[in-house]
């Protein structure tokens, strides 16, 4: 167990004490509008060829840097699309230097040619979290955006495609807004997303409904001058083989950005699953044994516009248009068998599920921003649609098995279908108005709309035609609205601004409500909630900052977790939702400290949260040897974490960046008197080794390990794998070929075991994770080249 005198002195490492070296500091802009990820590299004036430092902007265009020793400097700011920026630059012993406002004008020329030869950093840190950068991360140049977030520090992936953060699901955004689209990760190639924002300390601009934070998925979008493009096609093989394309093109032309992008990804994996599972007061069905063989057909296509306007009066019109097709075919075959206490055979079947799912998303968006000479004054406004629309069609056939697994009587035939419309309508308007010099006040307004139409049924043959069974079919009209209104002050303090403060408060108003066929699966709720938060940052002398962050959150329950629907693909181990939930309230508290030498950076965080209504899944045994599981609200938690992550650079030839989180976490609560108080440490590392070998080619070597985690009733297993990536350039830099292998000594499996009074189940489930794929691309026109080498296809 963690004691508090532990996380005190964990406190006391990271924050060491504060010491005067050189500082270069500076913001960069361009038409008043902040420019964030510009390269800023500062040369030693006696070696012009590698950079003495190499960082990037913020997303408010800052830059500190700290040069190694005193001396005569060359500061170097590159951004493609834009004229370079150069100046010289002389520093004595602790002096302090500020650049001041650097704006960089647009190049009035067609890009044809650039080259950096500083690293690209994997993480960039932010005020509120961290930014990652996926083409640095070339081991999932061919996966979906669960793969990327799976290899992504402090996050973690289950085995089902859960996504976590300190232990709690995070909210996920596709550029910035509620979408469909993040419903189901497996869909967004790699090749699509330009960065992931990691934002643990959401302020009152952010949805208070982020308890684990959250996660923002930047699509790629274009905007260099000219006509340019890029294509990349890319084939593997597995299990089963894999392929994949995308294409993407744009055009840029006075105030008018213009851009399309396509993708696709298809293939065959495969999967197995075996379960165990005791049950102590039975004795015919004492022992459970079943074994399970997946065959899958993947077929996803997206296709994006964009179009961008800006006015004379610097008014900034933009839209942007997504598409998503999505068809999978699974071919299930599931082995069942139970014994005794004696353990001999009792009986056993074969079930056989032929699985056809098939969905369309279609998604909108306008964007409206006004700009004033003051860069502090902003308004905005943003209007955005997204419709789903999901069918899936199952064939089951249940076969009486005998001991030796030989068919002993008829078949039972049984049809499910499940058809699913959703709508998210998201409206806000955002305004920043100055103040004073140094404070600025934010406010706003968003509303969410959210619909969903779902229609459940099962069916089982009888007298050759099926009949409609009404225990399993279900009608589900889901609704929500929640409207918010926000304000937020940030302000500096410090001679040079070193002080940063930001305090706000979210009003939040939620009305949702359920009706189904079965009148007591109906609900209706309504909540209004008061979401306070604090941020202080101080920024140190030689490149370090510490952070103070306190703030309320609320996990309020999501669809499928309220569904009272019944999936019965195994009939003897069942899920459903649970529609009589209630919010999640929780209040979090949390301290950082970060620092950057020449040659490393090290950041640390600790962080502490308090939540009442615990959401969690628990696992009841029914008569009939069938086990349920479904989303409880089982009290009260507490949870008490570190996470930290250091980035080393030995050289030309070898970088890393290494992670971990560890946290110790509190359940007290209770189901149905079921006692589910638990205490439990759990932690996961990620390492991430670049290599540069030779001028044109790189590679990269992943680690990931994740130690034995706690669920309500007992614990997942470890989890552990290496993922290799390689990519050399060819055609003069204007081409490049990849090479990626997955789950390198295919080790990646995931598994549960479950321990009750009553019962335990232990599960273990491989897929065909260890993938080869070779992916070959091109630029045309702007060069693309550090944007193309993505991987599409999912190792699960």
Do not use: C
Not at 298 to 316: F, G, S, V
């Amino acid at each position: 167990m963690m004691r508090w005198k532990d996380v005190v002195l964990m406190a006391f490492i990271l924050l060491p004490f504060s010491l005067t070296a050189q500082l270069i500091r500076g913001r960069v802009m361009s038409d008043n509008q902040p420019l964030a990820m510009a390269n800023v590299m500062l040369y030693a004036s006696a070696d012009t060829l590698r950079p003495a430092v190499f960082i990037t902007t913020d997303s408010t265009g800052t830059f500190v840097a700290v040069p190694p020793k005193a001396g005569d400097y060359i500061l170097r700011i590159q951004l493609i699309g834009f004229e370079p920026f150069s100046k010289l630059l002389s520093l004595s012993e602790d002096q302090q230097a500020d650049i001041g406002t650097i704006n960089m004008t647009m190049s009035g020329n067609t890009l044809q040619e650039i080259t950096v030869t500083a690293r690209k950093k994997l993480i960039q840190r932010t005020n509120t979290g961290f930014t990652v950068q996926t083409d640095a991360i070339l081991t999932q140049a061919a996966g979906t955006a669960t793969d990327l977030l799976a290899n992504i520090p402090t996050v973690l992936v289950d085995g089902e495609g859960g996504v976590s953060i300190r232990g709690k699901s995070p909210m996920i955004l596709i550029n910035g807004r509620n979408s469909n689209l993040g419903a189901n990760l497996e869909r967004i190639p790699a090749s699509s997303i330009e960065r992931i924002e990691i934002i643990n300390n959401p302020g009152a601009k952010y949805d208070a409904d982020a308890e684990g934070g959250i996660i923002n998925i930047i699509l790629k979008k274009n905007a260099q001058k000219g006509t340019n493009g890029a294509f990349a096609i890319g084939g593997g093989y597995g299990a089963r083989e894999r392929f994949n394309s995308s294409l993407l093109l744009n055009h840029l032309e006075g105030n008018t950005n213009l851009g399309l992008s396509y993708d696709n990804r298809m293939g065959r994996r495969t999967r197995t699953v075996n379960t165990d599972r005791e049950t102590f007061a039975a004795d015919d069905d004492h022992y459970l044994h079943q074994d399970r063989f997946d065959e899958r057909k993947e077929l996803t296509h997206n296709l994006k516009l964009n179009a961008d306007h800006t006015t004379k009066r610097n008014d900034q019109f933009s839209f942007e248009g997504i598409y998503g097709y999505d068809n999978d075919w699974n071919y299930e075959t599931l082995r069942s068998q139970f014994k005794d206490r004696s353990n001999a055979f009792t009986e056993g079947n074969q079930r056989i599920s032929d699985e056809r799912q098939l969905e369309h998303n279609w998604e909108g968006s306008m964007n409206y921003i006004r700009k004033y000479e003051n860069e502090r004054k902003q308004l905005s406004a943003n209007l955005s649609h997204s419709y789903g629309n999901e069918s899936e069609n199952t064939l089951i056939t249940t076969t009486p098995m005998n001991e030796t697994e030989n068919p002993i009587g008829d078949d039972f035939l049984q049809k499910t279908s499940n058809r699913e419309r959703t709508h998210i309508t998201t409206g806000r308007l955002d305004m920043s108005w100055p103040l004073s010099s140094r404070t600025t006040l934010d406010g706003g307004y968003k509303g969410i709309y959210r619909n969903v139409n779902a229609n459940f049924q099962n069916a089982y043959e009888e007298n050759g035609g099926f009949v409609i069974d009404p225990v399993f079919s279900n009608v589900f009209v889901f609704s929500e609205h929640i409207h918010a209104m926000y304000g937020n002050i940030k302000s500096t303090a410090g001679p040079d601004e070193e002080w940063k403060y930001e305090a706000g408060l979210r009003l939040e108003q939620m009305n949702n409500n359920g009706e189904s066929d079965k009148a007591s699966s109906a609900f209706s709720n309504s909540f209004f909630n008061i979401f306070p938060n604090l941020n202080i940052s101080r920024r140190l002398n030689q490149g370090s900052m510490i952070k103070l962050n306190l703030s309320r959150r609320i996990n309020r329950p999501w669809l499928g977790q309220l569904n009272p629907f019944i999936d019965i693909t195994d009939s003897l181990n069942r899920y459903g939702g649970n529609p009589n939930l209630k919010p999640e309230l929780v209040n979090t508290a949390e301290i950082g400290w970060g620092k950057d030498w020449n040659r490393l950076s090290l950041n640390g965080n600790l962080f502490y949260r308090r939540g009442t209504n615990t959401i969690l899944p628990y696992t009841q045994l029914l008569p009939g040897g069938i086990a349920f599981t479904q989303p409880q609200n089982i009290g009260s938690s507490t949870t008490v974490g570190l996470e930290a992550f250091i980035t080393t650079n030995f050289g030309k030839v070898w970088n890393s960046t290494a992670s971990i989180s560890m946290f110790h976490q509190e359940i007290d609560g209770e189901v149905d008197g079921d006692n589910l108080n638990s205490s439990v440490f759990s932690w996961y590392t990620k390492w991430v080794n670049n290599f540069n070998i030779g001028k044109n080619t790189k590679a990269q070597v992943l680690i990931n390990y994740q130690a034995p985690t706690a669920i309500p009733q007992g614990t997942r297993i470890e989890v552990y794998n290496v993922d290799f990536g390689m990519q050399q350039k060819i055609m003069k830099g204007r081409g490049r070929i990849g090479l990626t292998v997955t789950d390198v000594f295919n080790t990646l499996e995931n598994g549960s075991q479950i321990n009750t009074e009553d019962f335990t189940i232990t599960r273990l489930t491989k897929s065909d994770t260890r993938v080869v794929l070779l992916t070959f691309a091109m630029t045309f026109g702007t060069a693309f080249k550090e944007k193309l080498m993505e991987n599409k296809f999912s190792a699960e």
